[in-house]
C-alpha cells in the first residue's frame, strides 16, 4: 500500500477509534508514577561536564558500562554511550547524590509527570477514558500534583477500613517523599569529542536516571489488596508497570520472590471471576537481570494477556530467555533487524503464552497476536493506526490535553523511511511462503499459529520530548483494543 493510502487508512482509524472510547468502562493502572525533571541538554554543556570530569576517566567507564549510576563519571559515561548510538537508556541511581551534582551543574529546563502509569493515567483521563483508576504505592503531595484535574481520574484509598475512591490531589500520603528522575534529552545532530573520539548523536533520543530511594516497594496495604475486588465491576482491563523497581533482597529479608508472589496476586484479584480480563504489562529497561526474567517468567507468562516493548526491550527480554543472537541481531541496526524483531515478537508470544505482543519501533509498529484474540486483524491495524497518531500528537505539542488534539497528530506524515523499511519484513515472508506480496500489502498477514499486523507509523522530525511516547503508543492501541471489545461481566452472568 502507498503511503498516500496509509494516510487514508489513518484518518478512518482515528475517526472511528474516537467514535468508540466512551465503551471503555473503566482501566486500572499501576504503578510506577514519578517527577521527571527534564533536561534538554545543549553541545555546550556536553563540552563543559566532559571538562569538569575529564576524558581519560570516562573512556574508561565507557568500556566497564556501568549498570548503576553511582557517581558523576558513571553518568557521562552511560550519557555518552546512549548519545554515540542513538538509543533509550535507563540507570537507576539509590542515592541523591546524582540529582545534587546534577543540580550544582546541569540544572533542569522543566518538570512534569513521569513513569509509565502516571503518564498513561493523565493521558487516559485526557483522552476522556472513564474510570481511570491509578494506584502509586508512594503517593507524595508533590506527585499528586502532577496528576491531571479530571473527575475520571481516581486513586484508590482506605478510609476506616473501606476502599474508597479520590482524586490522587486528595488521595496522597503527607509523609511520603517524592521520586524525583533526571531525564536528559539529546538531539541528532549534536556533536562532541572525548579521549580522542569523535561522537555524532545519530537520533533524538533520551538518557533516564531513574531514583530508586530504598523506600521503593511495588506492594499495596493488605486491606487494599483485600478490597481490590470491589473496582473491577467498572474495569475492562488493566495496564501494569513499574516491576523494574523490584530488587533481589530487601533490608528486612524478603527478596523479589515475596513482591513477584505479591504482583501476581494483584492481577488475580484484578480478574477476580473475569479471567478474560485484558491485562497489558509496558516492558522498560530493567538492568538487573534476574528481576528482568522474573518478570517476564513468573509475573508476564501466564498471568498477563498483552505486552508492550521498544525495539532495545525486546532485545533486552530476548537475551534473558536465552535468545542471544536474535537479541543481537534486533539491536544490530543491519537490514534484517526488521526480520529479528518479527521472529522476536513470535518467540515472546509463544514463550511468554501471550496473546498480543505490540513492538514499537521509529518508523513501524509490529504486533503478533494469537490466532484466539477476540478480535479481528482490521481492528488490531485500527488500533496501531490510533497508537500512531497520538504518539505523533504527543511529540508534536509535548502532551495530548484532549482527544481533539489527535488531529495535530493526523497531520504529521507517515515516515518514508519506516515505510521502506517494511520491505525487507514483506520480502522475507515471501521467500518463506508465509504470505504473498499482495497478502502483506494492507499490513494484515495470517501466519501459522498467529496473526501479523505492521503499519508504517507517522514521526515528527524535531519532537518535543521523545520521553513518554512508547507509553502513548502502548496504552493508545491497548485503549482502542479496549473499545472494540464485546462488554460483558462475567460475575453477574455466573450468579
Ligand atoms: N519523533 C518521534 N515521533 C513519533 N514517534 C516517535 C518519535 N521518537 C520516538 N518515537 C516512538 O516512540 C518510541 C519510544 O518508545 P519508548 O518506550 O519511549 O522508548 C519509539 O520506538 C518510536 O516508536
Ligand atoms: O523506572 P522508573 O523510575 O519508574 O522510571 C520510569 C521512567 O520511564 C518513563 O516513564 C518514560 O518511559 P519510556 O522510557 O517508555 O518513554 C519516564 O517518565 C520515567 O522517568
Ligand atoms: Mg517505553
Redo the contacts with the bound molecule.
Keep these: 500500500m502507498d503511503i498516500a493510502d496509509w494516510e487514508k487508512r489513518y484518518s478512518e482509524a482515528v475517526s472511528n477509534v474516537k467514535g468508540q472510547l466512551e465503551n471503555v468502562r473503566g482501566v486500572f493502572v499501576a504503578y510506577n508514577s514519578n517527577v521527571d525533571a527534564m533536561k534538554h541538554i545543549k553541545e555546550a554543556e556536553i563540552k563543559k561536564l566532559i571538562g569538569i570530569i575529564g576524558c581519560e576517566k570516562i573512556h574508561e567507564r565507557i568500556v566497564e558500562y556501568p549498570r548503576e549510576i553511582r557517581d558523576p563519571v558513571d553518568f557521562m559515561a552511560r550519557l555518552i554511550i546512549a548519545m554515540r548510538d542513538g538509543k533509550?537508556a535507563e540507570v537507576p541511581t539509590y542515592t541523591t547524590d546524582i540529582h545534587e551534582w546534577l543540580m550544582d551543574n546541569l540544572v533542569f529546563d522543566s518538570a512534569r509527570m513521569g513513569g509509565q502509569a502516571g503518564i498513561i493515567s493523565n493521558l487516559l483521563a485526557n483522552l476522556g477514558v472513564k474510570n481511570v483508576i491509578t494506584y502509586v504505592p508512594w503517593l507524595s503531595r508533590e506527585q499528586a500534583e502532577y496528576f491531571v484535574d479530571s473527575s475520571s481520574l481516581l486513586h484508590p484509598v482506605i478510609e476506616d477500613g473501606k476502599l474508597i475512591l479520590k482524586h490522587p490531589k486528595e488521595a496522597y500520603n503527607p509523609e511520603q517523599k517524592p521520586k524525583i528522575n533526571w531525564i536528559i534529552e539529546f538531539s541528532k545532530g549534536i556533536k562532541f569529542k572525548c579521549a580522542g573520539e569523535e561522537y555524532a548523536v545519530p537520533r533524538?533520543n533520551r538518557l533516564i536516571i531513574s531514583s530508586r530511594p530504598q523506600w521503593i516497594r511495588i506492594d499495596m496495604s493488605p486491606e487494599m489488596y483485600e478490597q481490590l475486588s470491589d473496582i473491577r465491576e467498572d474495569i475492562d482491563g488493566a495496564i501494569l508497570s513499574g516491576y523494574q523497581m523490584i530488587r533481589e533482597e530487601y533490608e528486612d529479608g524478603t527478596t523479589y520472590l515475596d513482591y513477584v508472589a505479591r504482583a501476581v496476586n494483584v492481577i488475580e484479584r484484578l480478574k477476580g471471576c473475569n479471567p478474560k480480563m485484558r491485562i497489558h504489562v509496558e516492558f522498560t529497561s530493567i538492568q538487573n537481570k534476574v528481576i528482568r526474567k522474573a518478570l517476564l517468567t513468573d509475573i508476564v507468562k501466564k498471568h498477563v494477556t498483552s505486552l508492550g516493548l521498544?525495539?532495545v526491550e525486546v532485545a533486552n527480554a530476548l537475551n534473558v530467555l536465552g535468545y542471544e543472537e536474535l537479541a543481537y541481531s534486533v539491536i544490530n541496526k543491519g537490514e534484517n533487524s526488521i526480520v529479528s524483531l518479527y521472529e522476536g515478537a513470535v518467540r515472546l508470544l509463544k514463550e511468554l503464552e501471550l496473546q498480543r505482543v505490540h513492538i514499537?519501533?521509529?518508523g513501524y509498529y509490529i504486533c503478533v497476536v494469537s490466532k484466539d484474540h477476540p478480535l479481528d486483524a482490521d481492528s488490531h491495524r485500527q488500533a496501531l493506526l490510533f497508537a500512531s497518531a497520538l504518539?505523533?500528537t504527543q511529540?508534536t505539542l509535548g502532551s495530548v490535553r484532549s482527544l481533539d488534539d489527535i488531529s495535530a497528530g493526523l497531520e504529521v506524515p507517515v515516515y518514508g523511511q519506516g515505510h521502506d523499511d517494511l520491505i525487507e519484513l514483506e520480502k522475507y515472508l515471501v521467500r518463506r511462503g508465509i504470505c504473498t506480496a499482495e497478502d502483506f500489502e494492507d499490513g494484515c498477514i495470517s501466519a501459522d499459529g498467529h496473526d501479523l499486523i505492521i503499519i508504517p507509523?507517522?514521526?515528527?522530525k524535531d519532537?518535543v520530548a521523545?520521553?513518554?511516547?512508547?507509553?502513548a503508543?502502548s496504552a493508545g492501541a491497548f485503549i482502542a483494543l479496549l473499545a472494540k471489545m464485546p462488554k460483558f461481566n462475567i460475575c453477574q452472568e455466573k450468579e
Design positions: 533509550a533524538d521498544d525495539t514499537h519501533s521509529l504518539a505523533a511529540a507509523s507517522k514521526i515528527v519532537p521523545t520521553v513518554g511516547i512508547g507509553d503508543i
